[in-house]
C-alpha cells in the first residue's frame, strides 16, 4: 500500500485525510505533520492518524502532500530539500505556486504535481485540477488521480491552465455561497423569515446543482424550462440583464485569474 503524507493538515489536509480513510486507506498507510500538538492529538484521536516529524514523513511517505498555505511554504522547502530523492512525489495543493518553484529548491529530478483542489473537498465533492511538473510522468499522475478520486473529481490541465482553473474552480464555491447570500437576503426583502429563505434557496441550489451534474441538457435549456412566456423567472432575468450580472460575473473571474497571475509571479524564476 502507498504510505501517504499531508504536511499541513488544516481544513484542506484534513478533508483530504479523512476522504482517504473513507476511500479504505489504512490509518497505518497516512501520516501528517502539523505545526502545535494540540492540533496533531486533536487529529488523531478523531482518525487514528499519526502526527511525525517531516524527517520521518520524508523517509516513509511515498507521496508527500503539501497543504500548507502558500506564504508558510519556504520553511517546508528547507525541510524537504535535503531529504527527498527522485523515487518520492511531492503533491501540491498550495495555491499560485508554481511546480518550477519545488523543482528549483529540491533535489534534481523529485517529480512533482501541482493540483487546484477546492472546498467542497471537505463534503467528498472537491473539483481538482492537476498538472505535471517537469519530473513527473504518467504513473506520478495516476497515482495523484486516484487519491484525489477518494474526495471529489480530477481532471489534468497544462500548468499554464491553472490561473485559469484556481479563478473558476478554486475560488468557485464562494461565488455561488455569495449568490445564495443574496438570495436569501431578497426572501428578507420579501417578508419570509430568514429560516425559511435559508431553506427554499439552498434545496433550490442543491436541486439546481444535481440536475446540472445529472442530466445532460445545456443550463441554458434547464433555465428555459422555468422561464415560461410572461411568467415570473422572466420578469427576474431581465433585471438581472438590467443589472449586467453576467457581464459582472466575465469580469469577476478574469479579476480573480488576473490576482492568481500576480501572486505566481512573486514564485518566478529568480
Ligand atoms: N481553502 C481553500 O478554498 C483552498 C482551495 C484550493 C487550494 N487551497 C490550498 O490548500 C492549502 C491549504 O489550505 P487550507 O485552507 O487547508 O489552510 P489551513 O487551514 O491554514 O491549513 C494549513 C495547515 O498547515 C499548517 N502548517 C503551516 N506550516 C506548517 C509547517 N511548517 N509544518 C506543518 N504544518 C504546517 C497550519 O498550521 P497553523 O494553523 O498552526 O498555521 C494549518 O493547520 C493552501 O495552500 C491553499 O492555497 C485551499
Do not use: W
Request: aromatic share 4%; proline share 5%.
Amino acid at each position: 500500500m502507498t504510505v501517504i503524507a499531508v504536511l499541513g493538515a488544516g481544513k484542506i489536509g484534513e478533508a483530504l485525510l479523512s476522504g482517504l480513510l473513507h476511500g479504505g486507506h489504512e490509518p497505518g498507510d497516512l501520516l501528517f505533520t502539523e505545526r502545535y500538538q494540540a492540533r496533531v492529538e486533536e487529529l488523531t484521536s478523531q482518525y487514528g492518524v499519526r502526527g511525525v516529524e517531516v524527517e520521518e514523513a520524508a523517509k516513509r511517505a511515498d507521496v508527500l502532500v503539501v497543504a500548507v498555505k502558500p506564504q508558510d511554504i519556504e520553511p517546508v522547502l528547507d525541510e524537504l530539500a535535503p531529504l527527498l530523492g527522485p523515487s518520492s512525489l511531492v503533491v501540491s495543493l498550495c495555491a499560485g505556486l508554481p511546480t518550477s518553484l519545488y523543482e528549483r529548491r529540491l533535489a534534481e529530478g523529485v517529480p512533482v504535481v501541482r493540483v487546484m483542489p477546492n472546498t467542497p473537498m471537505l463534503v467528498n465533492e472537491a473539483m481538482s485540477a492537476i498538472s505535471a511538473g517537469r519530473y513527473a510522468t504518467a504513473d506520478h499522475l495516476a497515482v495523484v488521480r486516484d487519491l484525489l478520486s477518494h474526495v471529489g473529481q480530477v481532471v489534468e490541465v497544462p500548468e499554464a491552465q491553472q490561473d485559469a482553473v484556481t479563478a473558476l474552480s478554486g475560488s468557485g464555491p464562494a461565488y455561488f455561497f455569495y449568490l445564495v447570500e443574496a438570495m436569501i437576503d431578497a426572501g428578507i426583502l420579501l417578508g419570509l423569515p430568514r429560516a425559511l429563505a435559508g431553506q427554499l434557496i439552498i434545496q433550490s441550489a442543491v436541486g439546481a446543482a444535481k440536475m446540472l451534474a445529472e442530466s445532460d441538457e445545456h443550463p441554458v435549456l434547464l433555465r428555459e424550462a422555468v422561464t415560461s412566456p410572461a411568467g415570473t423567472t422572466i420578469n427576474a432575468i431581465r433585471e438581472l440583464e438590467k443589472h449586467g450580472v453576467r457581464a459582472a460575473l466575465l469580469a469577476a473571474i478574469e479579476a480573480a485569474k488576473d490576482r492568481s497571475v500576480e501572486l505566481g509571479k512573486a514564485h518566478d524564476e529568480d
